[in-house]
Protein backbone atom coordinates (compact mmCIF):
# COMPACT_ATOMS: atom_id res chain seq x y z
CA UNK A 1 0.00 0.00 0.00
CA UNK A 2 1.74 3.50 -0.35
CA UNK A 3 2.68 5.46 2.06
CA UNK A 4 2.35 9.11 2.20
CA UNK A 5 3.96 11.37 5.24
CA UNK A 6 1.16 13.58 4.91
CA UNK A 7 1.60 15.07 8.78
CA UNK A 8 3.51 14.90 11.46
CA UNK A 9 0.55 16.79 13.43
CA UNK A 10 -1.96 14.91 12.24
CA UNK A 11 -5.00 16.48 14.32
CA UNK A 12 -7.45 13.49 15.82
CA UNK A 13 -10.92 14.27 14.21
CA UNK A 14 -12.64 11.27 16.58
CA UNK A 15 -11.08 8.87 19.39
CA UNK A 16 -12.65 5.25 19.48
CA UNK A 17 -15.80 3.74 17.92
CA UNK A 18 -17.90 5.69 16.40
CA UNK A 19 -21.07 6.71 18.03
CA UNK A 20 -24.16 5.69 17.49
CA UNK A 21 -26.80 7.28 15.29
CA UNK A 22 -29.98 6.15 16.68
CA UNK A 23 -31.87 9.29 18.45
CA UNK A 24 -30.80 11.88 15.36
CA UNK A 25 -33.09 13.24 13.42
CA UNK A 26 -34.26 10.84 10.40
CA UNK A 27 -33.39 12.99 7.98
CA UNK A 28 -29.86 13.53 9.43
CA UNK A 29 -29.43 9.79 8.94
CA UNK A 30 -30.69 9.60 5.49
CA UNK A 31 -28.36 12.53 4.40
CA UNK A 32 -25.47 10.63 5.95
CA UNK A 33 -26.89 7.44 4.44
CA UNK A 34 -26.76 9.18 0.86
CA UNK A 35 -23.29 10.67 1.04
CA UNK A 36 -21.12 7.03 -0.10
CA UNK A 37 -23.43 7.47 -3.35
CA UNK A 38 -22.77 11.32 -3.89
CA UNK A 39 -20.06 13.34 -5.67
CA UNK A 40 -18.32 15.80 -3.55
CA UNK A 41 -19.38 18.54 -4.69
CA UNK A 42 -23.06 17.31 -4.88
CA UNK A 43 -22.89 16.29 -1.51
CA UNK A 44 -21.20 19.68 -0.11
CA UNK A 45 -24.43 21.65 -2.19
CA UNK A 46 -26.72 19.60 -0.35
CA UNK A 47 -24.48 19.86 3.03
CA UNK A 48 -24.52 23.56 2.51
CA UNK A 49 -28.39 24.11 1.86
CA UNK A 50 -29.07 22.31 5.02
CA UNK A 51 -27.01 24.16 7.13
CA UNK A 52 -28.11 27.68 5.73
CA UNK A 53 -31.25 26.89 6.92
CA UNK A 54 -33.37 24.65 4.26
CA UNK A 55 -33.23 21.28 6.44
CA UNK A 56 -36.77 21.19 7.77
CA UNK A 57 -36.33 21.98 10.81
CA UNK A 58 -32.67 20.00 11.54
CA UNK A 59 -30.15 22.02 13.39
CA UNK A 60 -27.05 22.64 13.03
CA UNK A 61 -25.60 20.97 15.99
CA UNK A 62 -27.32 17.67 14.81
CA UNK A 63 -25.93 17.26 11.62
CA UNK A 64 -22.54 18.57 12.72
CA UNK A 65 -22.94 15.82 15.38
CA UNK A 66 -24.16 13.18 12.41
CA UNK A 67 -21.61 14.39 10.60
CA UNK A 68 -18.53 13.97 13.97
CA UNK A 69 -19.92 10.26 14.10
CA UNK A 70 -19.35 9.30 10.47
CA UNK A 71 -16.01 10.91 10.23
CA UNK A 72 -15.11 8.98 13.40
CA UNK A 73 -16.27 5.60 11.42
CA UNK A 74 -13.63 6.94 8.41
CA UNK A 75 -16.21 7.84 6.37
CA UNK A 76 -14.56 9.92 3.42
CA UNK A 77 -17.55 12.26 2.75
CA UNK A 78 -18.19 13.69 5.96
CA UNK A 79 -14.35 13.87 6.83
CA UNK A 80 -14.46 16.39 3.45
CA UNK A 81 -17.20 18.02 4.85
CA UNK A 82 -15.82 18.88 8.13
CA UNK A 83 -13.05 19.96 6.57
CA UNK A 84 -14.82 22.05 4.50
CA UNK A 85 -16.90 23.71 7.09
CA UNK A 86 -14.10 24.62 9.43
CA UNK A 87 -11.46 25.70 6.96
CA UNK A 88 -15.00 28.88 5.27
CA UNK A 89 -16.37 28.63 8.76
CA UNK A 90 -19.51 27.43 8.01
CA UNK A 91 -21.95 26.12 10.61
CA UNK A 92 -18.74 26.36 13.02
CA UNK A 93 -15.77 28.25 13.98
CA UNK A 94 -13.07 28.86 11.48
CA UNK A 95 -10.38 26.61 11.89
CA UNK A 96 -7.43 25.53 9.49
CA UNK A 97 -6.53 23.07 11.67
CA UNK A 98 -9.06 21.12 12.05
CA UNK A 99 -9.67 21.48 8.16
CA UNK A 100 -5.98 20.27 7.58
CA UNK A 101 -6.33 17.28 9.84
CA UNK A 102 -10.18 16.11 8.14
CA UNK A 103 -8.42 16.83 4.60
CA UNK A 104 -4.87 14.66 5.69
CA UNK A 105 -6.59 11.67 7.34
CA UNK A 106 -8.99 10.90 3.73
CA UNK A 107 -5.14 11.26 2.25
CA UNK A 108 -3.42 9.45 4.86
CA UNK A 109 -6.22 6.79 4.65
CA UNK A 110 -7.03 6.66 0.65
CA UNK A 111 -4.39 7.05 -0.93
CA UNK A 112 -5.01 3.98 -2.67
CA UNK A 113 -8.61 4.30 -3.60
CA UNK A 114 -9.41 2.99 -6.92
CA UNK A 115 -9.27 6.30 -9.65
CA UNK A 116 -12.82 5.73 -10.76
CA UNK A 117 -14.32 4.87 -7.75
CA UNK A 118 -17.29 7.06 -6.23
CA UNK A 119 -15.02 8.72 -3.49
CA UNK A 120 -11.66 9.20 -5.58
CA UNK A 121 -12.96 13.07 -6.82
CA UNK A 122 -12.78 13.47 -2.36
CA UNK A 123 -9.57 11.90 -1.82
CA UNK A 124 -8.28 13.39 -5.21
CA UNK A 125 -9.04 17.04 -4.05
CA UNK A 126 -8.11 16.19 -0.40
CA UNK A 127 -4.61 15.65 -2.11
CA UNK A 128 -4.57 19.45 -2.98
CA UNK A 129 -6.03 20.72 -0.28
CA UNK A 130 -3.33 19.19 1.93
CA UNK A 131 -0.29 20.26 -0.41
CA UNK A 132 -2.28 24.31 -0.79
CA UNK A 133 -1.44 23.74 3.48
CA UNK A 134 2.12 22.36 2.66
CA UNK A 135 2.73 25.15 -0.02
CA UNK A 136 2.08 27.86 2.51
CA UNK A 137 2.75 25.94 5.70
CA UNK A 138 0.35 26.00 8.97
CA UNK A 139 2.50 26.92 12.31
CA UNK A 140 -0.17 25.68 14.42
CA UNK A 141 -0.87 22.71 13.48
CA UNK A 142 3.06 22.01 13.03
CA UNK A 143 3.26 22.22 9.45
CA UNK A 144 6.80 23.90 8.26
CA UNK A 145 6.06 25.60 4.66
CA UNK A 146 7.27 22.29 1.80
CA UNK A 147 6.83 23.35 -1.56
CA UNK A 148 8.63 20.24 -2.90
CA UNK A 149 5.99 18.19 -0.62
CA UNK A 150 3.40 20.14 -1.86
CA UNK A 151 4.80 19.43 -5.61
CA UNK A 152 4.46 15.63 -4.98
CA UNK A 153 1.10 15.83 -3.08
CA UNK A 154 -0.63 17.71 -6.71
CA UNK A 155 1.11 15.17 -9.00
CA UNK A 156 -0.50 12.62 -6.93
CA UNK A 157 -3.72 13.97 -7.28
CA UNK A 158 -2.71 14.26 -10.77
CA UNK A 159 -1.63 11.49 -12.59
CA UNK A 160 -2.88 8.71 -10.48
CA UNK A 161 -6.78 9.84 -10.13
CA UNK A 162 -6.74 12.34 -13.07
CA UNK A 163 -8.32 15.39 -11.08
CA UNK A 164 -8.80 17.89 -13.31
CA UNK A 165 -7.87 20.76 -10.46
CA UNK A 166 -4.85 19.53 -10.33
CA UNK A 167 -3.55 18.55 -13.57
CA UNK A 168 -4.26 22.50 -13.98
CA UNK A 169 -1.95 22.72 -10.96
CA UNK A 170 1.10 20.71 -11.99
CA UNK A 171 0.35 22.55 -15.63
CA UNK A 172 1.50 25.89 -14.20
CA UNK A 173 3.99 24.91 -12.09
CA UNK A 174 5.38 23.38 -15.07
CA UNK A 175 5.98 26.97 -16.25
CA UNK A 176 7.63 28.13 -13.26
CA UNK A 177 11.45 27.94 -13.04
CA UNK A 178 11.07 28.01 -9.33
CA UNK A 179 8.77 25.01 -9.27
CA UNK A 180 8.74 22.33 -11.55
CA UNK A 181 11.21 24.24 -14.10
CA UNK A 182 10.14 26.18 -17.18
CA UNK A 183 8.85 23.46 -19.70
CA UNK A 184 6.11 24.57 -21.95
CA UNK A 185 6.05 21.53 -23.81
CA UNK A 186 5.00 19.45 -20.28
CA UNK A 187 2.81 22.37 -19.11
CA UNK A 188 0.80 22.30 -22.38
CA UNK A 189 0.51 17.85 -21.81
CA UNK A 190 -1.13 18.39 -18.30
CA UNK A 191 -3.54 21.74 -19.21
CA UNK A 192 -4.71 19.84 -22.18
CA UNK A 193 -6.12 17.10 -19.73
CA UNK A 194 -7.28 19.14 -17.48
CA UNK A 195 -8.91 21.25 -20.46
CA UNK A 196 -10.59 18.36 -22.16
CA UNK A 197 -12.10 17.37 -18.84
CA UNK A 198 -14.04 20.64 -18.68
CA UNK A 199 -11.86 23.17 -16.40
CA UNK A 200 -12.24 26.30 -17.28
CA UNK A 201 -8.86 27.61 -16.36
CA UNK A 202 -6.58 25.15 -18.04
CA UNK A 203 -8.99 25.50 -21.08
CA UNK A 204 -7.86 29.19 -20.89
CA UNK A 205 -4.42 28.62 -20.33
CA UNK A 206 -3.53 26.79 -22.94
CA UNK A 207 -5.60 28.42 -25.20
CA UNK A 208 -3.65 31.68 -24.42
CA UNK A 209 -0.90 29.61 -25.30
CA UNK A 210 -1.50 27.96 -28.22
CA UNK A 211 -2.77 31.50 -29.63
CA UNK A 212 0.80 32.80 -29.08
CA UNK A 213 3.35 30.21 -29.41
CA UNK A 214 4.49 30.60 -25.47
CA UNK A 215 7.35 27.59 -25.85
CA UNK A 216 5.28 25.12 -27.72
CA UNK A 217 3.68 25.80 -32.03
CA UNK A 218 1.40 28.19 -32.63
CA UNK A 219 -2.03 27.07 -33.52
CA UNK A 220 -4.28 30.50 -33.05
CA UNK A 221 -7.45 28.81 -34.13
CA UNK A 222 -7.08 26.15 -31.86
CA UNK A 223 -5.97 29.01 -29.11
CA UNK A 224 -9.18 30.86 -29.65
CA UNK A 225 -11.26 27.76 -29.84
CA UNK A 226 -10.05 26.98 -25.92
CA UNK A 227 -10.54 30.88 -25.44
CA UNK A 228 -13.69 30.87 -26.16
CA UNK A 229 -14.54 27.15 -24.60
CA UNK A 230 -13.22 28.66 -21.40
CA UNK A 231 -14.74 32.14 -21.65
CA UNK A 232 -18.45 30.48 -21.62
CA UNK A 233 -17.21 27.74 -19.37
CA UNK A 234 -16.15 30.72 -16.60
CA UNK A 235 -19.10 33.21 -17.34
CA UNK A 236 -20.91 33.89 -13.61
CA UNK A 237 -17.49 32.17 -11.86
CA UNK A 238 -14.59 34.12 -10.08
CA UNK A 239 -12.46 33.03 -13.02
CA UNK A 240 -14.75 35.18 -15.91
CA UNK A 241 -12.96 38.66 -15.65
CA UNK A 242 -9.47 36.99 -16.06
CA UNK A 243 -10.40 34.49 -18.93
CA UNK A 244 -12.70 36.91 -20.77
CA UNK A 245 -9.45 39.23 -20.90
CA UNK A 246 -7.28 37.14 -22.51
CA UNK A 247 -9.99 35.99 -24.74
CA UNK A 248 -10.69 39.60 -26.05
CA UNK A 249 -6.98 40.38 -26.31
CA UNK A 250 -6.78 37.60 -28.53
CA UNK A 251 -10.02 38.40 -30.83
CA UNK A 252 -8.43 42.03 -30.87
CA UNK A 253 -5.18 40.63 -33.16
CA UNK A 254 -7.14 37.86 -34.30
CA UNK A 255 -8.64 37.83 -38.40
CA UNK A 256 -12.21 37.59 -39.01
CA UNK A 257 -11.31 34.23 -40.92
CA UNK A 258 -9.73 32.99 -37.94
CA UNK A 259 -12.05 34.55 -35.35
CA UNK A 260 -15.18 33.06 -37.39
CA UNK A 261 -13.51 29.29 -37.53
CA UNK A 262 -12.97 29.77 -34.01
CA UNK A 263 -16.27 30.22 -32.93
CA UNK A 264 -17.29 27.49 -35.17
CA UNK A 265 -15.30 24.73 -33.38
CA UNK A 266 -16.19 25.98 -30.09
CA UNK A 267 -20.03 25.42 -31.45
CA UNK A 268 -19.10 22.14 -32.65
CA UNK A 269 -17.18 20.66 -29.64
CA UNK A 270 -17.87 22.85 -27.08
CA UNK A 271 -19.96 20.76 -24.85
CA UNK A 272 -17.56 17.75 -25.01
CA UNK A 273 -15.08 19.58 -23.57
CA UNK A 274 -17.86 21.14 -20.78
CA UNK A 275 -18.65 24.30 -22.84
CA UNK A 276 -22.00 25.81 -23.50
Do not use: C
Request: net charge negative; no cysteine.
Amino acid sequence: MRTFRVTNALISVAAGAALALTGLPAKAQAILAALPGETAVDAALNMANILDGAGGGISSDALILALEDAAAAGQPMALWQLGLMYENGEGVKKDPVKAFGYFSQIADEHADTAPKSVEADIVAQSFVKVGEYYREGLPEAGIAKDEDYSNKLMMHAASYFGDADAQYRVGKLYLDDEELGDNPLQSARWLSLAARKGHAGAQAQLGNMLFNGDGIEANPVEGLMWLTIASRRAAGTIDERWIQGLLQDAMSVTTPEHRAEAVHLADSLGTRFGGL
